[in-house]
């Protein structure tokens, strides 16, 4: 199987997705906002605020604004410490503020949201929860320790304690919800995202594999030919030259590499792929090849054709796309690794319906994972349950999401499901017991429309 490099699969950190750039427009819009909401309220309102130390709060950002902008380059991404520190300042100059211009009674102190939301989605979990934890406690120091706000004639603006409390919940709420929120949703976006990229690898080294076999099948069927005229002709001449030893031995040498030109071009390929462009072949065949690397491990694979309702006695020729090779490949696998003597592979077709059934004579599925199966379970580490069970498994628990992404890019519908009850004894329980994958595509999608020949072979293009 495929695994990703783990520099790739198991960071740490990823901090480096946030570009300086991204928080100094961020920063900015605070600024502007922050500026407009203080003239605001003094020379609309009238409201009697510490001017001073209100704008020194707002200077502060524009100094780190500007420091940031002339130091670092325009791509500059930030590491874990620094986008921390990043976003420590604003969260520290944020409450600042709040506390300069009445606390909680501040219809924007829900903003200091935006520090937690952002570090939710781009940072570790550690740093998330640090500034999670700072921004609750800010908040409730500020709901006790701050400057009141005066209005024109001096009165103390106050509201109802317990309008007060519900504010000051809200906020601790929407720190808590946001932040889980957006970290899952931002987990989940990034696991699907290295999950993608482990099956563009898949895709394209099985694309590679294919191609290396056409050029390596299109090489054996022009050289055949040469191949056998040279054969053919250095054994005449071996009859010819009996009575001289030395070009005797000569055309012996001939016929003898010719022979090893032809195993060696046997060797490179695969039986039953003689035809140039390998584009289509009959089902059968298909389904064999992608087993074929898992018929040597311990477990007995096997293969049933068959027509099913509607469908004509011909197994069908199908296309012999990359996708369906390695996603077939990958259901196999799994379902090797998991059965205890056998798998069986069914094949079925209808006039509009081609169908693989994998069933093996393993547990099935668990339970609590069978309505995600698909999903992109990416994991760092093997236990040694797992170890002990699939010993030769190097793959990181993508197999099932690779093989499920590629078939459905062909047109197939997959349904996974568990042959028996699992709460039946050993005995009561049927030969197939195990898992069931079933694929199915529409006929029109896979069967391929020339099941003759494919005629003179054409160069390959790069």
């Given amino acids: 199987m495929y695994s990703l490099t783990p520099s790739l699969m198991n960071r740490d950190t990823r901090s480096d997705w946030v570009r300086l750039r991204t928080l100094i427009l961020l920063r900015w819009m605070a600024i502007v906002g922050q500026l407009a909401a203080i003239t605001v309220a003094d020379r609309y309102y009238q409201m009697q605020l510490p001017l001073g130390l209100c704008y020194l709060a707002v200077g502060a950002s524009i100094i780190a604004n500007l420091v940031s902008i002339f130091v670092f380059p325009e791509n500059k991404r930030l590491r874990e410490l620094e986008a921390m520190l990043t976003l420590l300042f604003d969260l520290s100059q944020f ?66 304690v317990l309008f007060e409390f519900g504010f000051w919940l809200s906020i601790i709420i929407g720190i808590l919800f946001l932040g889980l929120y957006s970290r899952r949703v931002s987990t989940e976006i990034r696991s699907m995202s290295d999950a993608l990229l482990a099956t563009q690898m898949a895709l394209a080294r099985e694309q590679k594999l294919t191609d290396l076999g056409g050029v ?3 090489a054996a069927h022009e050289l055949g030919t040469p191949l056998a005229t040279i054969k053919l002709v250095s054994a005449e001449m071996m009859e010819e030259l009996a009575d001289q030893p030395l070009l005797y031995d000569d055309a012996k040498l001939i016929r003898d590499q010719a022979d090893r030109c032809r195993d060696i071009l046997r060797s490179m390929g695969r039986a039953g792929k003689d035809d140039l462009h390998l584009r289509s072949v009959p089902l059968a065949s298909m389904v064999k090849e992608a087993a074929e690397p898992h018929k040597g491990r311990g477990k007995a694979l096997e293969f049933a054709f068959y027509p099913g309702a509607n469908g004509g006695e011909r197994q069908p020729t199908v296309f012999r796309h990359p996708e369906v090779i390695h996603g077939l490949r990958n259901l196999v696998q799994n379902a090797v690794d998991f059965a205890r003597t056998s798998v069986w592979i069914d094949g079925e077709w209808t006039d509009s319906t081609i169908t693989i059934r994998i069933v093996d004579d393993g547990e099935g599925y668990p339970p609590h994972v069978i309505g995600r199966i698909g999903d992109p379970f990416v994991r760092s580490r093997r236990s040694a349950q797992d170890l002990a069970r699939r010993p030769e498994y190097e793959g990181m628990g993508l197999g099932l999401f690779i093989a499920k992404t590629l078939l459905e890019r062909t047109g197939a519908e997959l349904t996974f499901a568990n042959a028996s009850d699992p709460f039946l004894t050993p005995e009561e329980r049927p030969e197939r017991s195990g898992a069931i994958v079933e694929v199915v595509w529409p006929a029109a999608r896979l069967v391929s429309p020339n099941e003759g020949p494919l005629g003179k072979n054409q160069p390959i293009e790069a």
């Fill in 95 to 160: 409450t600042f503020l709040l506390y300069l211009t009445g606390g909680l009674t501040n219809p924007f102190a829900l903003l200091i949201l935006a520090p937690v939301t952002i570090s939710a989605s781009a940072l570790d979990l550690r740093t998330t929860i640090l500034l999670g934890a700072l921004s609750i406690l800010f908040v409730t120091l500020t709901a006790f320790v701050h400057v009141p706000l005066r209005l024109a004639d001096g009165t103390i603006l106050t509201v109802p």
């Fill in 216 to 218: 390596v099948a299109a």
